[in-house]
Structure formats: C-alpha cells, structure tokens
C-alpha cells in the first residue's frame, strides 16, 4: 500500500538513493535538503523541500509547509562525517563537534518535534533514524570521536523517543546502513548504495509498535549498543 514518506538529507548519498527507491515502488515522497537548487536533480514525481536540519526555524517552515498532511514514514538520513582521526585530528575543532552534533543528532530531534502533528494523523506511523554501527559503545574502535558521539546520540535519541511515541502508536527505530560506497562512505566502503537502500526500506516497513526503540543493519541483524 502506498504511503507518504519524508526523507531528510536527500542531496546525495543513501538519502537520495531511498527516496528514488520508495518512489519508484508508488510512494508519495516528499524529498529534503540544504540547497534544492544546487543539488542534483531528483526524479520530477518526488517533491522537493528545502530545510536545513540545524536550524528550528526551518523546521518550523517546513512543518507549516506540511500543515495537513499525513507523514507515515519519516527517515532523519541527514548527516555529517568531520574528523576521521584520533586526538591529534586538525578537524575536530568546536565548530566541527557543533556542526556534527547539531546535524546528527539535534537534526532528527527538531525534525520529529515539527513533523509530529504530521506523524499523529497517520495513525500508526514510523520513525526511523540513520545512525552507524560506529555509534556502538560495545563496538567501540577510537578515532572518528566526533562521528562515533553523534551517532551513539541518535541511537539514544531513537530509544527515548520510541518510548516517549509509543502512547501516540507512532514505533522508532535506529538503522545501521552498512559502510556504503558514497561521497562520505568512499570508494573503499564494500556496501553497495543500491543494496542498501532496498535493506532499509524493507527494515522500515517491518518497524512496529513490538520492535520499536530496535537498533539494527540494513540487513536487520541486531546491534549491540
């Protein structure tokens, strides 16, 4: 059955390839980014918003832009990767821990805060939120300090708000996509985007009120968190 799904993050990367992917399988999408203008085109029968996933105030014009219409799916794939290395990283400067935490974790937040009236008139709609295996404490390997705190946050952040939305019927998850092959991923990742994307939508439309606050790949195996 067709559904209405909102994806944030959809320049580039996994977040463009899900919503090509869901709308070519008869979904309404409804496709966020930072600058629609500048981005590579997306197919015409994707609507096109623009938002910037730090800032409330864009989320309040996108929520206003959305008055009405029912959300059955929202995807936070919006994300930042500055800083690859250990201690010594030039990168992890306080404005590359504001922009990753703002972005990573802060995004998903404001996003759900504006889009939950939008969520409630679904009915039972999802949740789910792009985090990393690399946000597992259990998993944890050092460098990429400010990447590993941001997605550990947004694993936190799916598990609170699965409980908190749980009276409303609306279920969350958090999903690992696998090290994809994307301008952040680079050529070395062994995940294919394509493949990717076909696992999180299936993963997605298995999220339920039963396992909502699930943290897992794309190919649903369980992460310790």
Same mark, same amino acid.
């Given at each position: 059955?067709?559904?209405? @799904? #909102?994806?944030?993050?959809?320049?580039? /990367?996994?977040?463009? *390839?899900?919503?090509?992917?869901?709308?070519?399988?008869? +979904?309404?999408? @409804?496709?966020?980014?930072?600058?629609?203008?500048?981005? !590579?085109?997306? !197919?015409? &029968?994707?609507?096109?918003?623009?938002?910037?996933?730090?800032?409330?105030?864009? %989320?309040? *014009?996108?929520?206003?832009?959305?008055? /009405?219409?029912?959300? +059955?799916?929202?995807?936070?794939?919006?994300?930042?990767?500055?800083?690859?290395?250990? #201690?010594? *990283?030039?990168?992890?400067?306080?404005?590359?821990?504001?922009?990753?935490?703002?972005?990573?974790?802060?995004? !998903?937040?404001?996003?759900?805060?504006?889009?939950?009236?939008?969520?409630?008139?679904?009915?039972?709609?999802?949740?789910? @939120?792009?985090?990393?295996?690399? /946000?597992?404490?259990?998993?944890?390997? /050092?460098?990429?300090? @400010?990447?590993?705190?941001?997605?550990?946050?947004?694993?936190?952040?799916?598990? $609170?708000?699965?409980? &908190? #939305?749980?009276?409303?019927?609306?279920?969350? =998850?958090?999903? %690992?996509?696998?090290?994809?092959?994307?301008?952040?991923?680079?050529?070395?990742?062994?995940? +294919?985007?394509? %493949?990717?994307?076909? =696992?999180?939508?299936?993963?997605?439309? *298995? #999220?339920?009120?039963?396992?909502?606050?699930?943290?897992? +790949?794309?190919? =649903? $195996? !369980?992460?310790?968190?």
């Amino acid at each position: 059955m067709p559904q209405t @799904i #909102l994806i944030t993050g959809t320049s580039r /990367g996994l977040g463009r *390839e899900l919503a090509i992917q869901a709308q070519q399988r008869g +979904d309404r999408v @409804i496709a966020t980014m930072r600058a629609p203008h500048a981005s !590579p085109a997306l !197919p015409p &029968e994707i609507e096109v918003l623009p938002l910037e996933v730090t800032k409330t105030d864009a %989320h309040a *014009e996108l929520a206003r832009q959305m008055e /009405g219409v029912a959300i +059955d799916l929202l995807v936070c794939s919006a994300g930042v990767f500055p800083g690859r290395g250990g #201690l010594r *990283e030039a990168q992890c400067t306080e404005l590359d821990w504001f922009i990753g935490l703002m972005t990573n974790v802060a995004g !998903p937040y404001f996003a759900v805060r504006a889009l939950l009236p939008n969520l409630r008139l679904a009915g039972r709609a999802k949740v789910a @939120i792009i985090s990393s295996a690399m /946000g597992s404490s259990e998993n944890a390997a /050092g460098g990429s300090y @400010i990447y590993r705190a941001s997605k550990a946050g947004a694993v936190n952040l799916a598990r $609170n708000l699965a409980v &908190e #939305l749980a009276p409303l019927g609306i279920a969350v =998850g958090a999903y %690992h996509p696998g090290w994809v092959r994307t301008d952040m991923g680079t050529g070395a990742a062994p995940v +294919d985007l394509n %493949h990717s994307a076909t =696992g999180l939508l299936e993963r997605f439309a *298995e #999220l339920s009120s039963e396992t909502s606050g699930i943290f897992e +790949d794309y190919l =649903g $195996n !369980p992460i310790p968190f």
